[in-house]
């Protein structure tokens, strides 16, 4: 596929983001702020920044320090708020809408950092500004950390305490898994009498991943592992199949390596299965791994909308164990919705 479909490195000057509107969320790892730290905006502007209303410890601290960031950098009118509700996450699909509805209609370039978003946060807001802005591309942003939980000594240390392969991490940011949230929008539709293939974006926190299994049940596995395509991250690769194994032996399934950064590389492994089992299964998709692969996991929905995505949720977050650090941020655009898959030539065999 062209380069001018894969994700560019985004190189921070002196030069004003030509954003007419940027939206992002006030996540507490270093990355999701970074974008926001760095860039400089039109004065002419728009912000929606997102908060949440959950039990992250220092919730309120966080939310300040993007106040004061956005504060400096836009004018006051030309600030949103729009929360998140721990216990009310369906409502954010409609009060992104309602903020949409209030800005003026010249808006033309819209920006979304996806970096502080959690998956269906990414996925609500794509859906709200890729129905009212219809006919307007929209650019992603994406910082990368720098480190992850474990490190790669923790994960050769884990190795050599377990031979025979790792079952589960010690610790993870994500806490074990409260609920598998569907949302009305991305419900899908079910037609063939409960036989359906679960595909899975498998990342590290192998809890939520058995979870949504147990949940669906599938009668047949998709494992789609994610490539960090960093000779210096190529590790977790490993680490996430180790994990994962055992659920490969436990069900008919079919095992995948895509990218973790590029979007349209996890929409064409989609596409290729669904052409294949579209007619024999419900197809429903749990995008656990990275926030681009959510990105390529929307877009597959937007042109299948029979398919249904489901967002195994933790109880909560353990801050400590948070990516630290940033490594490059990326720019992505999306084609309008309204021409993306007439123009876009998939190529099955990416």
């Known amino acids: 596929m062209s380069n001018n479909y894969e994700p560019q490195e985004l190189t921070y000057s002196l030069n004003v983001c030509e954003a007419d509107l940027?939206?992002?969320a006030a996540g507490f790892e270093d990355r999701a702020i970074h974008f926001i730290s760095e860039a400089k905006f039109k004065e002419s502007a728009f912000c929606i920044l997102v908060g949440f209303n959950n039990g992250v410890p220092l919730n309120n601290d966080i939310w300040n320090r993007y106040l004061d960031i956005v504060s400096n950098k836009f004018q006051p009118a030309r600030i949103i708020h729009v929360k998140i509700k721990e216990k009310y996450p369906q409502r954010y699909e409609k009060d992104i809408e309602k903020s949409l509805a209030i800005l003026p209609r010249e808006i033309n370039n819209i920006w979304i950092d996806i970096s502080?978003?959690?998956?269906?946060?990414?996925?609500?807001?794509?859906?709200?500004?890729?129905?009212?802005?219809?006919?307007?591309?929209?650019t992603i942003i994406y910082t990368e950390a720098k480190e992850y939980h474990p490190s790669h000594e923790e994960f050769l240390d884990l190795q050599e305490k377990h031979p025979d392969g790792i079952e589960f991490l010690?610790?993870?940011?994500?806490?074990?898994?409260?609920?598998?949230?569907?949302?009305?929008?991305?419900?899908?539709?079910?037609?063939k009498e409960g036989v359906s293939c679960l595909a899975i974006f498998c990342g590290y926190e192998v809890h939520r991943s058995a979870g949504v299994i147990d949940s669906i049940n599938p009668s047949k596995?998709?494992?789609?592992?994610g490539n960090p395509g960093n000779s210096e991250l190529a590790w977790r690769l490993n680490l996430s199949q180790e994990l994962h194994k055992k659920f490969e032996v436990n069900r008919m399934s079919a095992i995948e390596v895509v990218s973790t950064l590029s979007p349209y590389e996890s929409l064409n492994r989609l596409e290729e299965y669904y052409q294949y089992l579209f007619e024999d299964?419900?197809?429903?998709?749990?995008?656990?791994?990275?926030k681009m692969q959510v990105v390529g996991t929307y877009l597959f929905w937007e042109k299948h909308k029979e398919v249904q995505l489901v967002f195994p949720l933790p109880i909560g977050y353990s801050i400590d164990l948070q990516p630290k650090g940033v490594r490059r941020t990326f720019k992505f655009e999306l084609e309008p919705k309204s021409s993306l898959y007439q123009n876009l030539n998939i190529n099955l065999n990416a």
């Open 22 to 24: 940027i939206i992002l």
């Open 170 to 191: 010690p610790k993870s940011m994500a806490l074990e898994m409260s609920e598998v949230l569907i949302l009305e929008s991305f419900s899908g539709h079910r037609s």
């Open 116 to 138: 502080g978003f959690p998956t269906y946060g990414i996925c609500s807001t794509l859906v709200a500004c890729r129905s009212f802005y219809s006919n307007l591309k929209q």
């Open 281 to 290: 299964y419900d197809f429903t998709i749990a995008p656990v791994c990275s």
């Open 221 to 225: 596995l998709l494992m789609l592992y």
